[in-house]
């Protein structure tokens, strides 16, 4: 999985980021061999919560840069998974605050074999179940998308999701059951609407 | 909906969400963000001092303020001297109470509040989480609206309250405006004049600064040599006056004051040669610990007649 602390599912898999080593982080070739290691998983998180890969490409791009220019704040360097995805984090919360009402949504990437695998009404089940999921999302306020994905696709632990986002854990867990909630409700609404 | 298939529909939501590892653009893009982007270097010190600095600079701006503005005793009418008599009982006025130093802005608040307006605004641009960014914003306002009130010459003005000289002739002719001293040498006069400020914020009245002529030998000319105050309770008798103190002045509240003046060795009463005249009173207060001139423009010019030859 993905820099996780947890080990609930394993839906996506993937590789687990490799730990970083002591070196200097001010030396550009260092910054550079770090940040590659990150990058994927940087890539990902910024993709999900987005939910534009374009958008997630120049997501990560700023927050390279943000970390770049803020090297010199980061006293250890064996935390700079924590400290990037934070960066990561914060750019995503500015550009889905940022956001205007008409926003581009693309097709999820398995649905033309998808498709040709299962039946049509099982696909169109599925993709409605998807859009209900989504619609509801979009309703969450950036901070609460954003938990949500550090909770349910990387599975993080609260105290975990509280040093990557930089609030307190009671505030972490009132955020996600908010979220949930918020969530749960707009499901229902979308159940009951023609 | 079940919790376990709010989670499950949720999980599966946001796996479809991810494309997966990132594109080779990306990766291109990012190792070449140490060549592209310009280091930290003197800038980026600033911008991680400033915050800092600023936050340091509104507490003190805030201490300031909160000191200032402290509830003084005011009965309504006339100023409360600070410290000191508030009675007649209080010495007489001689010469030389409340002459002090003509001031200039000081370099280390307005370094102060640069610091303060400048960090601010750096906290504002580039705070992550709003309400900071709107406190920086109010901050900002806070500064430049109390910085719109301090320091400017108008705070104090000649307001209600009785105006005069002491010993006074009538207007000799020829003369349109002026109320006329009689003096004859450089004899002392006093001018009788009421001052209200007229700022939204507080301030103490810390004295008068020389007057006169800024010449060789100008004792022969008119001069301002003190300043002093008339209790509430002991109306319009420059020769009442006592000794300056410090005053405090309540937005809006006004304090009779008694400036004390030499006419200058050139005067002379009965003749009618030339005069000289003072219209302005500088007075000199602090508002927010920031010490201010004002020239106080009197309704009529005090005039002082020469013979011409002295």
Wanted: aromatic share 4%; glycine share 10%; net charge negative.
């Amino acid at each position: 999985m993905l820099g996780v602390e947890g080990d609930r599912g394993t839906i996506w898999g993937s590789a687990r980021p490799a730990p970083i080593e002591p070196i200097v982080m001010s030396r550009r070739d260092s910054f550079a061999a770090v940040m590659e290691r990150q990058l994927d998983a940087a890539y990902r998180l910024a993709a999900v919560i987005l939910g534009n890969a374009g958008e997630a490409e120049d997501a990560v791009h700023d927050a390279a840069v943000a970390a770049w220019r803020s090297r010199e704040l980061l006293r250890e360097e064996a935390r700079f998974e924590a400290w990037f995805t934070r960066i990561v984090v914060n750019v995503c919360r500015d550009r889905l605050r940022a956001r205007s009402r008409h926003r581009v949504v693309q097709l999820p990437a398995d649905f033309a074999e998808t498709a040709r695998d299962h039946d049509r009404s099982d696909v169109l089940a599925s993709l409605a179940s998807r859009d209900s999921i989504g619609r509801g999302f979009a309703v969450l306020e950036p901070d609460e998308q954003i938990v949500l994905v550090l909770r349910f696709w990387r599975d993080l632990t609260v105290d975990a999701i509280a040093e990557r986002t930089g609030i307190p854990s009671g505030t972490v867990k009132s955020r996600l059951n908010h979220a949930l909630g918020r969530l749960r409700t707009a499901l229902a609404i979308d159940e009951v609407t023609p | 909906m079940t919790d376990d298939r709010l989670e499950r529909d949720l999980r599966q939501f946001l796996v479809a969400r991810d494309p997966g590892p990132a594109p080779r653009s990306v990766h291109e893009g990012v190792s070449a963000v140490p060549d592209t982007t310009p280091a930290g270097g003197m800038g980026g010190f600033l911008r991680r001092a400033l915050p800092p600095l600023a936050a340091a600079a509104v507490l003190v701006v805030l201490v300031t303020v909160l000191a200032s503005i402290r509830p003084g005793p005011f009965d309504g009418a006339g100023a409360t001297p600070v410290i000191g008599p508030t009675s007649s009982s209080a010495p007489s006025l001689v010469e030389g109470d409340g002459v002090t130093a003509t001031v200039n802005p000081s370099l280390l608040h307005l370094a102060l509040a640069g610091t303060a307006l400048i960090g601010l605004g750096v906290v504002a641009a580039r705070v992550k989480r709003r309400v900071l960014g709107y406190g920086a914003i109010a901050a900002i306002l806070g500064i430049v609206w109390i910085g719109s009130m301090i320091g400017t010459s108008d705070a104090l003005e000649q307001g209600t309250g009785a105006f005069g000289v002491e010993p006074f002739i009538e207007r000799p002719s020829g003369f349109e405006t002026g109320v006329f001293v009689r003096a004859e040498g450089d004899a002392e006069f006093r001018i009788l004049v009421g001052v209200t400020n007229l700022s939204r914020l507080p301030l103490d009245l810390v004295g008068v600064a020389p007057g006169g002529y800024q010449v060789p030998d100008a004792d022969r000319l008119p001069r301002i040599v003190g300043v002093g105050y008339l209790p509430d309770d002991d109306c319009c008798l420059p020769s009442h006056a006592r000794a300056f103190t410090r005053l405090h002045l309540d937005p809006g509240q006004s304090v009779q004051l008694v400036v004390l003046g030499r006419a200058g060795r050139c005067a002379a009463a009965a003749v009618n040669v030339g005069a000289s005249q003072i219209d302005s009173v500088p007075l000199v207060y602090e508002q927010l610990t920031l010490l201010h001139t004002a020239a106080v423009h009197l309704e009529e010019p005090v005039s002082i007649l020469n013979d011409g030859i002295c």
